[in-house]
């Protein structure tokens, strides 16, 4: 499977069980996360990957928008 069916199976999981505004907090993370991994495979994403996307200030990401600002 890879990371774009992935997170569109979250999304869905997300409509059915969550209210809209926690959906909508996740919804600027998953998209770039998205952009960024869409066509890898979930089994080759590495752990350290995942938490330097996550540690990575919103600014340094290169050419994506709308980037989600952890909070300090």
């Known amino acids: 499977m890879h990371?774009?069916?992935?997170?569109?199976?979250?999304?869905?999981?997300?409509?059915?069980h969550h209210r809209k505004r926690t959906i909508d907090s996740y919804?600027?993370?998953?998209?770039?996360?998205?952009?960024?991994?869409?066509?890898?495979?979930?089994?080759s994403l590495q752990s350290d990957e995942v938490y330097q996307f996550l540690e990575?200030?919103?600014k340094?990401?290169?050419n994506l928008p709308g980037n989600y600002a952890m909070p300090s």
């Open 3 to 16: 990371v774009k069916e992935a997170a569109t199976l979250f999304r869905y999981y997300q409509q059915s």
């Open 27 to 43: 919804q600027t993370l998953l998209s770039t996360f998205d952009r960024l991994f869409a066509e890898r495979s979930l089994d």
């Open 56 to 58: 990575t200030p919103p």
């Open 60 to 62: 340094v990401r290169p």
